[in-house]
């Protein structure tokens, strides 16, 4: 019976922790792409691939986006 | 030309975003078409050459898919990226397909994860270089508004709509599509996923608010497949379905959805903002006379060929359902007008001139 019970606990400590885990990795892979984005169009700003408007309109967005994906507010 | 196409969307998942591909592949595997296309799954493996054909028809051997590998990409003159991914890897030229801006104007509609790959995927294009193709007028307003495109950056070309929505069907086949979905006599059409963008929750408003008489002489039937964010009007949907006056369907081929389309009294489309607003389109090429929002695209698309709406007002949703299910010249008007604006998203209309652009982005390739 006791067996039972520490299985059980064990079970949904571990669904919930991996629960917890997928979603932490699924924020960081957002954030990565959000940062790697940003990179790319501070890159593309600085040799004239996009306007400098465009870029800063841009980079608003994604660093906007980046700190809700980074901060938990969904 | 050597033309490479992201065919993803086709291969997983329905919605505007697929339909605008299908329809694209269709329109390219035309006869008057000498392209060389090749047709690449980017988050996936080599598309199946009869997975496709399920989808679109048969294509001309000038058709091919392959692996989005580095090399296969590097060899096209031209890829078109229509469902919102950019490829790894460079062809010499990029277009890009925006559908709608609405994870930068309405993010509240939207999950976090689907606001990522939207922003992060037109950044990508617009690093890469790549010519924009805003879906409507209103939508090129919108990336001009919100990221500071220069005006010459961004062309308007609006998708193909489906040659099976059309007008002309087999009255009896319809019928017995209707039957088989619990639909029995007149009713008034709505289609769209549930998700808040969609408006379905005021849709349902507005539905209370008819008059008692109305409501046991048409039925509201909501063709939606479950979206996100929308537990509490997805609750609210099947709890009304299980009344004689409402019906869901989740899913429905091309064919039963324009079947439907066709025996609609009233087409609703009450949408909070949308890139272009196929439904509405499909809807008019059937001749189902329709009622749309006010807002973003959908008048344009409509163009005088709908009643439009304040889509956060359910009384004038459900004032605009009145009139159109009561009025039969209202009913009748609309949908000659219907009819005339739905041929503007012809393939006849619309293949010339984005193979005019293909033309010019390649700068000139054969």
Redesign the interface.
């Known amino acids: 019976m006791m067996v039972m019970a520490v299985v059980i606990v064990l079970l949904v400590v571990l669904t919930v922790g991996g629960g917890i885990a997928r979603r932490v990795l699924?924020r960081r892979r957002?954030v990565r792409?959000?940062e790697?984005?940003?990179k790319?169009?501070a890159?593309?700003v600085a040799d004239g691939?996009?306007?400098s408007?465009?870029g800063?309109?841009?980079l608003q967005?994604?660093e906007g986006?980046r700190r809700?994906?980074g901060g938990g507010e969904? | 030309m050597r033309i490479g196409v992201d065919i993803g969307r086709v291969v997983r998942g329905r919605g505007g975003v697929s339909s605008y591909t299908r329809e694209l592949i269709r329109a390219l595997a035309g006869e008057d078409v000498a392209h060389e296309i090749v047709l690449f799954d980017l988050d996936g493996s080599t598309p199946r050459r009869r997975r496709l054909e399920d989808e679109v028809g048969p294509l001309p051997p000038r058709i091919s898919s392959a692996s989005a590998s580095k090399t296969e990409l590097e060899n096209l003159d031209l890829f078109h990226a229509p469902a919102f991914a950019m490829p790894p890897a460079g062809a010499r030229r990029h277009i890009f397909t925006v559908h709608d801006l609405t994870v930068?104007s309405h993010p509240e509609c939207h999950?976090?994860?689907n606001?990522?790959r939207t922003?992060?995927s037109?950044?990508?294009a617009?690093?890469g270089?790549a010519t924009m193709i805003a879906v409507s007028e209103a939508t090129r307003r919108e990336a001009l508004r919100?990221?500071?495109?220069?005006a010459e950056d961004i062309e308007v070309l609006p998708p193909i709509l489906s040659p099976i929505f059309a007008a002309y069907g087999d009255g009896e086949v319809d019928e017995r599509v209707a039957r088989s979905r619990g639909i029995g006599g007149s009713y008034v059409l709505a289609v769209a996923s549930l998700e808040p963008r969609k408006n379905i929750g005021r849709l349902l408003e507005a539905w209370d608010l008819l008059p008692e008489a109305l409501q046991q002489k048409h039925q509201l039937v909501v063709v939606a497949a479950d979206g996100w964010l929308q537990n509490e009007v997805r609750r609210r949907l099947d709890a009304m379905s299980r009344e004689h006056s409402v019906v869901r369907v989740r899913h429905l081929p091309a064919g039963d959805l324009a079947a439907l389309y066709r025996r609609a009294r009233v087409f609703v489309f009450p949408s909070l903002a949308e890139g272009f607003g196929l439904p509405v389109a499909e809807a008019m090429a059937c001749g189902a006379p329709v009622v749309t929002s006010n807002t973003s695209s959908l008048p344009e698309v409509a163009e005088g060929a709908a009643v439009l709406v304040d889509p956060e007002d359910p009384d004038e949703i459900a004032t605009a359902i009145t009139a159109v299910l009561e009025d039969q010249a209202l009913r009748q008007g609309l949908r000659d007008r219907g009819f005339e604006r739905a041929r503007s998203f012809t393939r006849d209309e619309i293949l010339p001139r984005l193979l005019a652009i293909y033309q010019r982005v390649a700068g000139g390739c054969p």
């Open positions: 699924r957002w792409r959000l790697r984005a940003e790319g169009v890159a593309a691939r996009i306007a408007l465009t800063e309109a841009l967005h994604l986006l809700v994906a969904v | 930068l999950t976090l994860g606001r990522v922003l992060a037109v950044a990508e617009l690093v270089g919100l990221l500071a495109l220069p």
